[in-house]
């Protein structure tokens, strides 16, 4: 999908090969899983808890430039969703191809209503989404 | 590109380069990616941290 999906924690690269081959939901695992134990790359993306010596459950989405176009943060308890990622990427493919659009509220998927910000739209949000 | 520790990440704003020791489950071998190299190959990059192997993610 064009995309380079790492995942990243503070273990080192052979215990991320151990965890692989102990788990069993990792058996069908395809993306590279990253290094971090210096917190070097994570303290860059501002996820790394110092006192704890690990990287919180951040998403970042950087687009071929090179700039970062997507971010969200939970804490150490709380798990994510492949859904919403998908959703947060498919939309800015979308935007990528279309850069004088803007994805709505609840956009969700291509297909689904868009809105391009300009004199008209002012105050007429609602008109626009209802056309 | 100014130092990140001064600088920290801003959504829009350019990413610094870094580069990752990487286990690879397709290769079963270990190696390096770079932003830069990912950057080069014309892909998005999706960055997921987590806390630690051998948990959930």
Redesign the interface.
């Known amino acids: 999908m064009g995309a380079a999906l790492i995942t990243v924690s503070t273990d080192t690269q052979f215990v991320h090969l151990a965890w692989r081959r102990h788990e069993k939901s990792l058996e069908n695992v395809q993306y590279l899983m990253g290094a971090d134990p210096s917190g070097k790359v994570s303290r860059l993306f501002g996820v790394y808890v110092e006192d704890a010596g690990l990287a919180l459950r951040g998403t970042f989405l950087i687009n071929p430039e090179g700039r970062l176009l997507n971010s969200e943060v939970s804490f150490f308890n709380m798990g994510r969703n492949i859904d919403e990622l998908m959703r947060k990427f498919k939309a800015n493919l979308y935007l990528a191809k279309k850069p004088a659009e803007a994805c709505p509220a609840q956009w969700k998927d291509e297909g689904d209503k868009t809105l391009t910000p300009g004199p008209n739209m002012v105050g007429k949000v609602h008109e626009a989404l209802a056309k | 590109m100014t130092s990140?520790d001064s600088n920290?990440?801003?959504?829009?704003?350019?990413?610094?380069n870094?580069e990752?020791?990487?286990?690879?489950?397709?290769k079963n071998d270990?190696g390096k990616?770079s932003?830069d190299e990912?950057?080069s190959?014309?892909?998005?990059?999706?960055?997921?941290?987590?806390?630690?192997?051998?948990t959930?993610?």
Do not use: E, H, N, R
């Open positions: 990140s920290p990440l801003q959504l829009g704003g350019q990413v610094p870094f990752l020791s990487v286990y690879d489950p397709v270990f990616i932003l990912i950057k190959q014309g892909k998005w990059t999706i960055l997921f941290f987590y806390p630690a192997d051998f959930f993610v």
